[in-house]
């Protein structure tokens, strides 16, 4: 199974990670470490990502859902907990919502759900404009963008140049999360029945969009609690011990 990988008590309760865009499986390595003795961990990279294929087009979400639950079924995995980051917790709301008796709990790290932003909200004009230059710039001028918008100014051009050269040779998949993103079709009020429990969490320092996709999940989620950590939208790798922490307690509730 190219770009999965599979480790921990293979007789434990199944745990499926999803990371964000521009990064791999390798992302949740820290947290990997700590889980292996619970659970049964399914490390996924994305499409286009890490060792994973390259998608196909068009692209929506669905690419993404329906490698993993075609992974899950040749694993023989029908049931398991779900955590996910960025892009990865956008597709981990889908795979939520249309498998309803599959996933047990659900914890995600600002998902950008951008399909899910008012058209008139400051965070839907922000996602347009980084979207538009994601488009329509060359490669390195768009990474640059899209790592400086979610790290902050400058974060890229700090970076080593062979750093920089591998984040400008992954916007070709960047530009298709984009695409899947802005235009997949759920709604808040399908997501308002995911009844399984949902941990929320977010950064103090985040973006208006990824901040205000998670006041609407939220408000509409019947069954979710939402906590705050230090840093922005790439605390999970920043303030990863942070992040961790509050993963590890909700599913220890979850599996107690």
């Keep these: 199974m190219q770009g999965v990988y599979v480790s921990g008590n ?20 820290e947290l990997v ?21 390259a998608p196909s087009l068009p692209f929506g979400l669905e690419n993404e859902t329906q490698r ?27 795979l939520a919502h249309e498998r309803p008796n599959a996933v047990l709990s659900l914890s995600v790290f600002e998902p950008v759900a951008f399909h899910l932003l008012s058209r008139q909200s400051a965070g839907w004009y922000e996602i347009q404009e980084l979207g538009l230059q994601v488009d ?29 050269q591998g984040f400008a040779a992954q916007v070709k998949k960047v530009r298709m999360d984009f695409s899947g993103l802005t235009e997949e ?5 399908d997501y308002a029945q995911i009844q399984c429990p949902v941990l929320l969490l977010g950064g103090k ?16 989620l019947p069954n979710v609690q939402r906590k705050w950590v230090s840093g922005g939208h790439m605390s999970p790798i920043s303030h990863s011990k942070e ?12 599996t107690a």
């Design 10 to 29: 293979s007789q434990g309760p199944a745990l499926v990670l999803l990371h964000s865009s521009m990064s791999s499986a390798r992302q949740w390595r």
């Design 33 to 53: 470490d700590q889980l292996d003795d619970t659970f049964r961990v399914i490390n996924f990279d994305l499409l286009g990502y890490g060792q994973a294929p």
């Design 68 to 94: 993993i639950e075609q992974h899950l079924s040749d694993l023989g995995v029908r049931q398991f907990h779900l955590c996910a980051h960025s892009f990865g917790g956008a597709v981990a709301l889908k």
């Design 136 to 164: 329509s710039l060359d490669a390195a001028q768009a990474g640059a963008c899209f790592v400086n918008y979610w790290n902050g100014v400058g974060y890229f051009e700090s970076m080593p140049m062979p750093v920089q």
């Design 185 to 189: 079709a759920y709604q808040l009020a």
């Design 205 to 220: 320092e985040s973006r208006t969009s990824a901040l205000e996709v998670l006041d609407g999940l939220a408000a509409s």
């Design 243 to 254: 992040v961790n922490d509050l993963l590890l307690s909700f599913l220890a509730v979850q």
